[in-house]
């Protein structure tokens, strides 16, 4: 009986109706609009990379590389130079360059940087000048017998102040008589010639004489070692200057003694006694003449007179 009923159990098919896919709705328009947005960004990317010179990528590098120095401190950084970026910097309402606030429209500042710029000028010029009339001095030497063989008592080198060209003494050769004044010939000989060649110089000339430390025989009397060496400087410039050089040239003529000795270690030497002439640079000529110097001398032309000042701001 059991197996009859297993037989006449009905059998019952299950059938799962499938149905169509559910809709995606918009995502996929994003993920699209995103991947166009990304790809327009690279591309413009590219055009600014192309596009933007060696300088301002170095100057956005150290912009990121210390951004707080540059935006404490100015100076060159992001953005120092005009480009396709607006602003820069601190101060927002600058369309170009790494500045702060006014610092663009201050006269002060700008005529700073001109004056700057032509001290500049003058300085390098004044460089050639030397080197040219080293050249010529040492040619005019190496050319004239009488020079040649007095050659290592003439010292020619560059000094912060301009070229100083010595003439030293020697126990052998004296350029003056002892306690004297009085020029010896060939001493005439090397001013003469260097009279010459400074004479179609723009520079201005400071000379100087100088003495040993033995004290002058009759120092007790007044005249000293002070009056000797401004009396030798004074007869050394006479050679020179009938030699050809233009008297005006001459922006000092002093004898300074003992006070400034060629040879420290050994103070009654020679070599102390000589004549120092020295071609200055227009700063130093500013810097001894200042305010003292000739009215014609005032024009600030860099080739004939002395620098323009640095103007001063407001403390």
Do not use: C
């Not at 606030?101 to 000028?121: L, S």
């Not at 030497?141 to 030293?168: H, M, V, Y």
């Not at 004290?215 to 005249?223: D, L, M, N, T």
């Amino acid at each position: 009986m059991a197996t009859d009923a297993k037989k006449l159990q009905p059998i019952i098919i299950k059938k799962v109706k499938k149905g169509g896919h559910a809709a995606h709705g918009g995502a996929w328009k994003i993920a699209y609009a995103d991947f166009v947005t990304a790809m327009m960004a690279f591309f413009l990317l590219m055009w600014l990379l192309g596009s933007t010179s060696e300088g301002d990528k170095k100057g956005l590098s150290d912009y990121f590389n210390s951004p707080l120095k540059v935006s404490m401190q100015g100076g060159s950084g992001a953005g120092a130079s005009n480009s396709i970026l607006p602003g820069g910097g601190a101060d927002l309402t600058q369309q170009a360059g790494q500045s702060r606030r006014g610092e663009g429209n201050d006269p002060i500042k700008k005529k700073t940087k001109a004056v700057e710029a032509m001290r500049a000028e003058v300085a390098k010029q004044d460089a050639k000048t030397m080197a040219k009339l080293a050249a010529k001095i040492s040619e005019a030497i190496s050319n004239n017998a009488k020079l040649t063989e007095f050659s290592s008592q003439i010292r020619i080198e560059s000094t912060p102040d301009g070229l100083q060209i010595q003439i030293i003494d020697d126990q052998r050769r004296p350029m003056f008589d002892s306690g004297s004044a009085v020029v010896k010939p060939y001493m005439r000989d090397i001013l003469r010639e260097l009279g010459t060649a400074l004479g179609d110089i723009d520079n201005r000339i400071s000379l100087d004489g100088h003495t040993d430390a033995a004290p002058y025989s009759s120092g007790q009397r007044g005249y000293s070692n002070w009056e000797l060496s401004a009396d030798r400087a004074n007869a050394s410039r006479r050679e020179l200057v009938a030699a050809g050089m233009p008297e005006d040239k001459l922006a000092r003529v002093v004898g300074l003694a003992s006070s400034a000795l060629f040879d420290q270690d050994s103070p009654l030497s020679p070599a102390n006694r000589r004549i120092s002439i020295i071609v200055m640079t227009r700063e130093a000529e500013e810097r001894l003449l200042g305010a003292s110097r000739p009215a014609a001398m005032k024009n600030g032309d860099p080739a004939k007179g002395p620098l323009p000042s640095t103007p001063q701001g407001k403390p």
